[in-house]
């Protein structure tokens, strides 16, 4: 918690006009970034991600959905300022999708070409990486489920977290058109969306 309050002085501190540009990094295995450097928006970018900082909450902090992206911001003098963009962020999303940077800012759905969802079993202490049965073995005995749809892949996105816990309740892995794993993490029970808990009732 203490580095949270020194991170988010710090943060609280820039001044826009110090800044040269702000690089916006999704999260995942994916080849783009969005970059601002026109000085209105620096400005307009900087006092929202000040706002929304400032009204993070204790438990935002320390249990919240993750993040979209890396953010990065190369100052006047060639320091760097380096933080993330927090999916509970919602007025700088908003700011950023009517600028025309969002989707270049963080993995879309139509980037997905599915998710796999598999619910961890409590005496089940593997990581993801220890992982050896196939998807496909694991579709054969229900014990995973496979989303396609764009929306609910959607709600997937907002909901997984890339903060890898062998204690959270549900796994995820979202991959390309080529099978290429993009993202993978977990969503907790008490987060979980309805046709996910649904399905493995």
Same mark, same amino acid.
């Given at each position: 918690?203490?580095?949270?309050?020194?991170? &988010?002085?710090?943060?609280?501190?820039?001044?826009?006009? =110090?800044? =040269?540009?702000?690089?916006?990094?999704?999260?995942?295995?994916? #080849? %783009?970034?969005?970059?601002?450097?026109?000085?209105?928006? *620096?400005?307009?970018?900087?006092?929202?991600?000040?706002?929304?900082?400032?009204?993070?909450?204790?438990?935002?902090?320390?249990?919240?959905? @993750?993040?979209?992206?890396?953010?990065?911001?190369?100052?006047?003098?060639?320091?760097? *300022? &380096?933080?993330?963009?927090?999916?509970?962020?919602? %007025? !700088?999303?908003?700011?950023?999708? %009517?600028?025309?940077?969002?989707?270049?800012?963080?993995?879309?759905?139509?980037?997905?070409?599915?998710?796999?969802?598999?619910? &961890?079993?409590?005496?089940?202490?593997?990581? !993801?990486?220890?992982?050896?049965?196939?998807?496909?073995?694991?579709?054969? #005995? @229900?014990?995973?489920?496979? *989303?396609?749809?764009?929306? %609910?892949?959607?709600?997937?996105?907002?909901?997984? #977290?890339?903060?890898?816990?062998?204690?959270?309740?549900?796994?995820?892995?979202?991959? #390309?058109?080529?099978?290429?794993?993009?993202?993978?993490?977990?969503?907790?029970?008490?987060?979980?969306?309805?046709?996910?808990?649904?399905? !493995?009732?």
């Amino acid at each position: 918690m203490d580095l949270a309050r020194t991170f &988010r002085t710090t943060s609280l501190s820039i001044n826009p006009r =110090d800044i =040269d540009k702000i690089t916006i990094s999704p999260k995942g295995r994916i #080849s %783009k970034k969005a970059v601002i450097t026109d000085p209105a928006h *620096i400005q307009q970018a900087v006092e929202i991600l000040q706002e929304e900082i400032n009204n993070l909450t204790y438990e935002e902090m320390i249990a919240g959905p @993750g993040a979209w992206a890396d953010i990065d911001i190369l100052l006047a003098n060639d320091n760097r *300022i &380096r933080m993330q963009w927090e999916k509970t962020y919602t %007025k !700088f999303e908003k700011w950023l999708e %009517k600028q025309g940077y969002l989707k270049q800012a963080r993995i879309m759905p139509e980037e997905v070409a599915y998710a796999v969802i598999e619910k &961890r079993n409590e005496k089940d202490n593997r990581t !993801f990486m220890e992982e050896k049965i196939t998807v496909e073995e694991k579709n054969k #005995s @229900g014990k995973t489920l496979k *989303i396609v749809e764009k929306s %609910k892949i959607e709600i997937c996105l907002r909901k997984y #977290s890339e903060k890898w816990s062998k204690y959270e309740k549900y796994m995820l892995r979202f991959y #390309s058109e080529n099978n290429d794993l993009i993202l993978h993490g977990n969503i907790a029970g008490n987060n979980a969306p309805d046709f996910i808990v649904e399905y !493995f009732q």
